[in-house]
Structures are given as C-alpha cells and as structure tokens.
C-alpha cells in the first residue's frame, strides 16, 4: 500500500509569514519519509468543516508549485480540482505546467466541485450539479485529449459546455499524468471513473466494499478492467505516539484487505511535522505489502 499527504488545513503557526518555510519544510519531510504523494485541496476560502471562510486557503496550484520545488521524488496533485473554478484547456495547461517543472510527478485529481459558497463569495459561476457533472466529463475527455502524444490531439472539440478550435499543448514530458476522480456517487461519479479514470478516490467506512462492487460493475458496463484503476481513500490521521501508529497501520492492513491500494492522509491534531515524521518512521514501511 502508498500512502499519500493530503494538505488542507493551513491554520498553522506564525500565521503567513512563516506559511512557505512550513510548507516547505512538511514537504521535505513527507519526500524524505517515502510518501507517495502530497495532494492539496482546491479551495480558495476554507471549508466549513475546517473553521469557514475566516480561516486561512491558499490557493491550490500555486502551493503545488512550491511543494514541487521543495521535493525530489513525491507525486503532487490537486485533491481535487473543482471543475466549475477553470476552463478545461487552462486547466490541461496548467497541470501539464506542473508535470513539466516537477520532472514527471503532477497527476490531476478531479471532482465536480461542492462549495457554493466559495465560489458566490468570489463570482465564480456555479452551475447546477447536474451541468457541474457534465463539465467534469467533457473536461476529462478534453485533458484527455490534449495529454494525446508530444502536442496533443488539435482536433477541434465541440461539446454542451466548451469548444476548443485547437487543443495545442506544447510543451509536455513523455506519456501523461493520471488522472483520479474524487467522490463515491454511484450512479454518475463512479461511472465516470470505469469510463476514464486511472484511479478513484472514496472514504473508508461500512459502504465501502459496496462502492467498490458498483464499481466493478461500471467496469463491466464500459468493457474496462476494473484491475486497471487504482483503489484509494482519504481519511484523517493523527498519529501522537507509537500506539496510534500501530492502530492506524491496523487500519490501513484492513482497507489494504478489501482492495486499497493507496490511502492519502489528512494530518489532524497539533504538530503535523512530527506526525509525518511518526508515520514515516512507523507506518509506511509496515504496510508496504497490505
């Protein structure tokens, strides 16, 4: 099992000041424990799950960058990028920006988006969930087609919501990022992972082997290999000292049994720098083969 980092909560010590040597140094940390990836979430006011507005974001492809430049071998991602916030071709761009200057190591993670709020506060359009998930498919389908070869498709693309007249996309590094889309619906989200996805993203609890059962069966639906895409949670740790370690390497071994192959972490609790440290010292290595 890999597992991953995922950045969200920024309500750190010495406030913005100190917020790029943080970052750097929580992403130091993570590249040198052997964490598989740092994803950060894609907001640009915070969550109400996470204090509200009044707390602080920073927006998501810019921290990316700058965890890029502090980090030799961990994978980055947006975790997940809403689809309402960027017009497709800029948001191919902008990835492949990422891929380039990090040496291969950007993949997309991608959702429908859900934080009205946000984006009322700052005018960014919001559209009906139902149009929201239109523009996620013909947004994949257009990243798709603009990671085709060393300059993507140029194929004009006509679809309900975008048109592009030449997907040109110069420069980018040799095949293409992954791509993983966020969220458990079954009827439309996990339909468009067997359709799309090299992976999924899903909360670890009681539905879980179900999910991933309606999974398979988009898989069969599309003609796709269900082995094919990789299974991976997201879920909070907090790790204090060695007997949470080994509880959450409990848990890990058990979401590793029903099939998870990657479990990104939200680090949760006071001094998230040692916890990367606890789990890099006492984690990963004990569920590298669950």
Same mark, same amino acid.
């Given at each position: 099992m890999k597992i991953g980092l995922a950045v969200a909560d920024f309500a750190w010590e010495g406030g913005a000041p100190r917020m790029a040597e943080t970052l750097a140094a929580l992403s130091r940390s993570a590249?040198?424990?052997?964490?598989?990836?740092?994803? &950060? @979430?894609? %907001?640009?006011?915070?969550?109400?799950? +996470?204090?509200?507005?009044?707390?602080?974001?920073?927006?998501?492809?810019?921290?990316?960058?700058? &965890? @890029?430049? %502090?980090?030799?071998?961990?994978?980055? +991602?947006?975790?997940?990028?809403?689809?309402?916030?960027?017009?497709?071709?800029?948001?191919?761009k902008t990835l492949t920006t990422l891929d380039v200057l990090s040496g291969g190591r950007a993949d997309l993670g991608i959702g429908a988006g859900w934080y009205e709020e946000e984006a009322r506060g700052l005018g960014i359009d919001f559209p009906s969930l139902t149009e929201r998930f239109e523009r996620l498919e013909e947004t994949v389908r257009i990243c798709l087609s603009m990671w085709e070869g060393e300059r993507g498709d140029e194929k004009p693309f006509e679809g309900e919501h975008y048109r592009l007249e030449r997907p040109l996309n110069v420069p980018q590094n040799p095949g293409r990022p992954k791509i993983m889309i966020g969220g458990g619906g079954e009827k439309k989200t996990l339909r468009l992972v067997a359709r799309y996805a090299d992976a999924c993203n899903l909360y670890p609890g009681p539905?879980?082997?179900?999910?991933?059962?309606?999974?398979?069966?988009?898989?069969?639906?599309e003609g796709r290999d269900y082995d094919a895409i990789e299974k991976t949670c997201i879920m909070p740790f907090a790790v204090s000292d060695g007997a949470s370690a080994d509880e959450l390497v409990g848990t890990l071994r058990e979401l590793g049994g029903l099939g998870v192959q990657r479990v990104i972490g939200i680090p949760v609790g006071?001094?998230?720098?040692?916890?990367?440290d606890l789990i890099g010292e006492r984690v990963l290595a004990a569920v590298a083969d669950a």
């Open positions: 590249d040198d424990a052997g964490f598989d990836v740092i994803g &950060v @979430a894609d %907001h640009v006011w915070q969550g109400p799950h +996470m204090g509200g507005p009044e707390e602080p974001m920073l927006e998501c492809f810019t921290t990316l960058a700058t &965890v @890029a430049a %502090h980090t030799r071998s961990i994978r980055v +991602m947006p975790l997940v990028a809403g689809v309402h916030f960027r017009p497709p071709g800029l948001l191919a539905e879980l082997p179900g999910k991933l059962e309606v999974l398979r069966g988009h898989c069969e639906t006071a001094d998230r720098l040692r916890q990367v």
